[in-house]
């Protein structure tokens, strides 16, 4: 199944070369696949994931390792952000 | 040196400086800077007064931690009755200038009346004195802080200053210090510019006078609280490295980032605006936009900007003063400039920031309301003849030329100085100007975030992110993650961000160490550093009292319940894409329970009972 996975910030070195230009990359992943299960494949510590959104909805800590990732998803992911 | 307990008054009408106590009994319960110098005001004028006449005051204002060893303390404000919304005002600022006010053993400083001429205020320690500004006078705020500092021939003086737009009235000129420094919302440059004040000039050697009433339990808590800072991921790395504009992606894919005046509320150039494409080489020099970072006085965080432009970009092209290292964007202005305007070039919003800090403008208003003059255009109502320039949605050109044009005074930029609220109104269409109590709302759709909505209807300056920045749990989760379409708990949420936030601003420190200080980290330094009892108790306690002095004097001003809304697209349109897709901020479910958790009639106003809890 197809899906969208955008790295920003410090995560963005945790993507392929060519994809940090747009901090986004699109996946290939196997059905049944978690958020935890793709954190994992890209080798991002699950320590520095502060923010995770599924489609620009929240994602608390404690999902992650039961969210199964549907066709067509973003994932978007940030380390400690905060500004204002 | 916590309180220095002296106060300069300075009026203008007849040239005369006077030192006078410091009220300490207000001090105890008002703290400083916004707080205290809110009750000075209230006290001396009255709230139906013209902003922009000389019965108004103007106070600089410390705080008791501003100029001490505390992380971020740096901070002074400058609180007024402001012009673009006809409340009261209070905008903050960082650098160096409020640390050395309090060098020279100043609180706060009082300007009242109206000088006959242009004059400048020079503090030296004790002394005071009101020169002669004509030389300044047409000056922008960087040529007179170098023009002070050459003829003084010191360069260790701090300088806060207005540029063109202060002298000339533009609505949203702010007041600048230390380059690129500002107090930049609400208009309080035009207030300055009103009395023929260009600038305060302020040279302080008292560093002896620093003295927390518990030396080594002040010691130990600022150590304390700078560990906590340094071991936070949000203000010991990710502000240092990305700054606040860390924040455009995060935003707008949550889908809660206004653009083309609001009619969008997502970006579809927003990466190409961030933090990250700020650090990437462009194409043309192969240079990154971003040059390092920055701090305040004190500040062990250093969240700000430093930019150089490409060279050879259009806007610079003719004009080599722009091409050194600058302050550079940071997300509110990233939006404003940008996403607002619906330009997505990162240089062309670096160079109009470059132009709000050279002039004194508030970079917020000044997008938001070419936004709004964008989508006028889009829709006919205003025309290339009448404007001088096409001006669609989009158009880097015109950000640039209207930037331009607002900071000398020329063509359709006396139209766009008066703020989106008065030339939406203008041209017949008040509802398509982004604004509450005048002032324009910043870079949050109430659409996607219902606290941030609440929190714009009811901010005392008008529409603010720094009256209580509902981001925090609704997008960031701290210090707990809220459901951001949820209308349920946020007013006693918004209520608790209101009267810490209005704790923090009287302190003398940035609103930014409440990303990792709890409200106990803060108390443990104000403690330790002033006499009195400071429990967490009474701070929040305090920090209700200073919320309610500002609601009462907006009250007394003519604003009422009627007031506390919003633009009618965030009620009615719909958000057309992202998460929140269909939503629009429902204001109507939370205000009547803010109301209900300030101890407010239904019609927005204290109760006796409220009032007399709180001492007021």
Same mark, same amino acid.
């Given at each position: 199944?197809?899906? &969208?996975?955008?790295?920003?910030?410090?995560?963005?070195?945790?993507?392929?070369?060519?994809?940090?230009?747009?901090?986004?990359?699109?996946?290939?992943?196997?059905?049944?696949? &978690?958020?935890?299960?793709?954190?994992?494949?890209?080798?991002?510590?699950?320590?520095?994931?502060?923010?995770?959104?599924?489609?620009?909805?929240?994602?608390?800590?404690?999902?992650?390792?039961?969210?199964?990732?549907?066709?067509?998803?973003?994932?978007?992911?940030?380390?400690?952000?905060?500004?204002g | 040196?916590?309180?220095?307990?002296?106060?300069?008054?300075?009026?203008?009408?007849?040239?005369?400086?006077? @030192?006078?106590?410091?009220?300490?009994?207000?001090?105890?319960?008002y703290l400083g800077q916004r707080g205290l110098a809110t009750k000075y005001l209230v006290?001396e004028t009255d709230p139906k007064v013209d902003p922009l006449?000389?019965?108004n005051k103007m106070i600089f204002a410390?705080g008791?931690?501003?100029?001490?060893?505390? !992380?971020?303390?740096?901070r002074y404000s400058v609180i007024t009755k402001g012009p673009l919304t006809g409340t009261i005002a209070c905008s903050n600022s960082g650098?160096?200038?409020?640390?050395?006010?309090?060098?020279?053993?100043?609180?706060m400083?009082?300007f009242?009346?109206?000088?006959?001429?242009?004059?400048?205020?020079?503090?030296?320690?004790?002394?005071?004195?009101?020169?002669? @500004?004509?030389?300044?006078?047409?000056?922008?705020?960087?040529?007179?802080?170098?023009?002070?500092?050459?003829?003084?021939?010191?360069?260790?003086? $701090?300088?806060?200053?207005i540029?063109?737009t202060g002298?000339?009235g533009v609505l949203f000129a702010g007041i600048v210090?230390?380059?690129?420094r500002a107090a930049g919302r609400s208009g309080v440059g035009a207030v300055m510019?009103s009395?023929?004040?260009?600038?305060?000039?302020? $040279?302080?050697?008292?560093?002896?006078?620093? $003295?927390?009433?518990?030396?080594?339990?002040?010691?130990?808590?600022?150590?304390?609280?700078?560990?906590?800072?340094?071991?936070?991921?949000?203000?010991?790395?990710?502000?240092?490295?990305?700054?606040?504009?860390?924040?455009?992606?995060?935003?707008?894919?949550?889908?809660?980032?206004?653009?083309?005046? %609001?009619?969008?509320?997502?970006?579809?150039?927003?990466?190409?605006?961030?933090?990250?494409?700020?650090?990437?080489?462009?194409?043309?020099?192969?240079? !990154?936009?971003?040059?390092?970072?920055? @701090?305040?006085?004190?500040?062990?965080?250093?969240? %700000?900007?430093?930019?150089?432009?490409?060279?050879?970009?259009?806007?610079?092209?003719?004009?080599?003063?722009?091409?050194?290292?600058?302050?550079?964007?940071?997300?509110e202005a990233?939006w404003a400039? %940008?996403?607002?305007?619906?330009?997505?070039?990162?240089?062309?919003?670096?160079?109009?920031?470059?132009?709000c800090?050279?002039?004194g403008m508030d970079p917020i208003t000044l997008g938001s309301t070419?936004?709004?003059?964008?989508?006028?255009?889009?829709?006919?109502?205003?025309?290339?003849?009448?404007?001088?320039?096409?001006?669609?949605?989009?158009?880097?050109?015109?950000?640039?030329?209207? !930037?331009?044009?607002? !900071?000398?005074?020329?063509?359709?930029?006396?139209?766009?100085?008066l703020g989106s609220k008065r030339?939406?109104?203008?041209?017949?269409?008040?509802?398509?100007s982004m604004s509450v109590k005048g002032q324009e709302f910043p870079a949050y759709?109430g659409?996607?975030?219902?606290g941030m909505a609440l929190e714009y209807a009811t901010s005392n300056r008008g529409a603010c992110h720094v009256r209580g920045y509902m981001v925090?749990?609704?997008?960031?989760?701290?210090?707990?993650?809220?459901?951001?379409?949820?209308?349920? %708990?946020?007013?006693?949420?918004l209520k608790a961000f209101q009267d810490l936030t209005a704790v923090v601003d009287s302190a003398?420190?940035c609103l930014f160490?409440t990303?990792?200080?709890?409200?106990?980290?803060?108390?443990?330094?104000?403690?330790?550093?002033?006499?009195?009892?400071?429990?967490?108790?009474?701070?929040?306690?305090m920090g209700e009292r200073i919320w309610n002095l500002e609601r009462e004097y907006n009250n007394a001003a003519g604003f009422t319940a009627k007031d506390d809304t919003l633009p009618?697209?965030m009620?009615?349109?719909?958000?057309?894409?992202?998460?929140?897709?269909?939503?629009?901020?429902?204001l109507?479910?939370?205000l009547?329970?803010y109301y209900?958790?300030r101890?407010w009639?239904?019609?927005g106003v204290p109760?006796?009972?409220?009032?007399?809890?709180?001492?007021l």
């Amino acid at each position: 199944m197809k899906a &969208t996975l955008k790295l920003f910030a410090t995560l963005s070195k945790y993507l392929p070369a060519e994809a940090r230009k747009t901090s986004c990359i699109d996946l290939e992943l196997a059905t049944g696949t &978690t958020l935890l299960e793709l954190i994992a494949q890209y080798r991002i510590p699950p320590d520095l994931c502060a923010l995770m959104l599924v489609n620009g909805v929240f994602i608390p800590p404690g999902d992650r390792v039961t969210r199964i990732l549907s066709e067509g998803d973003t994932v978007a992911i940030w380390p400690p952000v905060g500004g204002g | 040196m916590t309180w220095t307990k002296n106060v300069l008054r300075v009026n203008l009408t007849t040239g005369t400086c006077t @030192a006078e106590p410091l009220k300490m009994e207000w001090a105890q319960q008002y703290l400083g800077q916004r707080g205290l110098a809110t009750k000075y005001l209230v006290a001396e004028t009255d709230p139906k007064v013209d902003p922009l006449s000389p019965e108004n005051k103007m106070i600089f204002a410390t705080g008791p931690l501003t100029g001490t060893p505390t !992380a971020t303390g740096g901070r002074y404000s400058v609180i007024t009755k402001g012009p673009l919304t006809g409340t009261i005002a209070c905008s903050n600022s960082g650098g160096y200038f409020g640390a050395e006010l309090k060098f020279a053993g100043w609180d706060m400083v009082i300007f009242e009346g109206r000088s006959p001429k242009p004059v400048y205020l020079l503090i030296e320690d004790d002394q005071a004195k009101l020169l002669d @500004a004509a030389h300044l006078w047409g000056k922008t705020c960087w040529e007179t802080e170098e023009t002070i500092k050459k003829h003084h021939q010191d360069p260790q003086i $701090r300088v806060a200053s207005i540029g063109r737009t202060g002298e000339n009235g533009v609505l949203f000129a702010g007041i600048v210090n230390d380059l690129h420094r500002a107090a930049g919302r609400s208009g309080v440059g035009a207030v300055m510019g009103s009395k023929n004040l260009k600038a305060v000039a302020v $040279r302080g050697t008292k560093t002896d006078a620093y $003295r927390p009433a518990d030396p080594d339990a002040f010691a130990k808590a600022v150590a304390a609280g700078k560990v906590i800072l340094a071991a936070n991921g949000v203000t010991g790395q990710g502000l240092p490295t990305y700054g606040t504009q860390v924040l455009v992606n995060v935003i707008n894919e949550s889908g809660a980032f206004p653009t083309r005046n %609001g009619r969008d509320i997502q970006f579809e150039g927003a990466r190409a605006i961030s933090g990250e494409a700020m650090h990437e080489k462009r194409p043309t020099d192969g240079k !990154a936009n971003l040059l390092t970072n920055s @701090a305040c006085f004190g500040c062990t965080i250093g969240c %700000g900007r430093i930019s150089k432009m490409d060279p050879n970009h259009f806007s610079i092209k003719d004009k080599p003063q722009y091409r050194g290292a600058s302050a550079g964007v940071e997300y509110e202005a990233a939006w404003a400039l %940008g996403a607002a305007t619906g330009v997505a070039d990162l240089e062309t919003l670096t160079y109009a920031n470059f132009l709000c800090n050279e002039d004194g403008m508030d970079p917020i208003t000044l997008g938001s309301t070419i936004g709004a003059a964008m989508e006028l255009y889009e829709l006919g109502i205003l025309t290339k003849e009448e404007t001088g320039l096409e001006m669609p949605f989009g158009s880097a050109e015109a950000v640039v030329k209207l !930037a331009e044009w607002t !900071a000398t005074g020329e063509g359709f930029g006396k139209v766009i100085a008066l703020g989106s609220k008065r030339l939406c109104a203008k041209y017949g269409r008040p509802e398509l100007s982004m604004s509450v109590k005048g002032q324009e709302f910043p870079a949050y759709d109430g659409r996607g975030l219902q606290g941030m909505a609440l929190e714009y209807a009811t901010s005392n300056r008008g529409a603010c992110h720094v009256r209580g920045y509902m981001v925090s749990p609704e997008v960031l989760g701290i210090p707990v993650k809220m459901d951001p379409e949820a209308t349920e %708990g946020k007013a006693p949420m918004l209520k608790a961000f209101q009267d810490l936030t209005a704790v923090v601003d009287s302190a003398g420190i940035c609103l930014f160490t409440t990303f990792a200080w709890s409200a106990t980290d803060i108390q443990s330094q104000i403690q330790a550093a002033c006499v009195g009892d400071w429990s967490l108790e009474k701070l929040l306690l305090m920090g209700e009292r200073i919320w309610n002095l500002e609601r009462e004097y907006n009250n007394a001003a003519g604003f009422t319940a009627k007031d506390d809304t919003l633009p009618p697209r965030m009620l009615t349109e719909p958000a057309k894409t992202g998460p929140h897709k269909g939503k629009v901020a429902e204001l109507g479910k939370m205000l009547p329970e803010y109301y209900q958790v300030r101890g407010w009639t239904p019609e927005g106003v204290p109760t006796p009972e409220t009032l007399v809890r709180l001492g007021l």
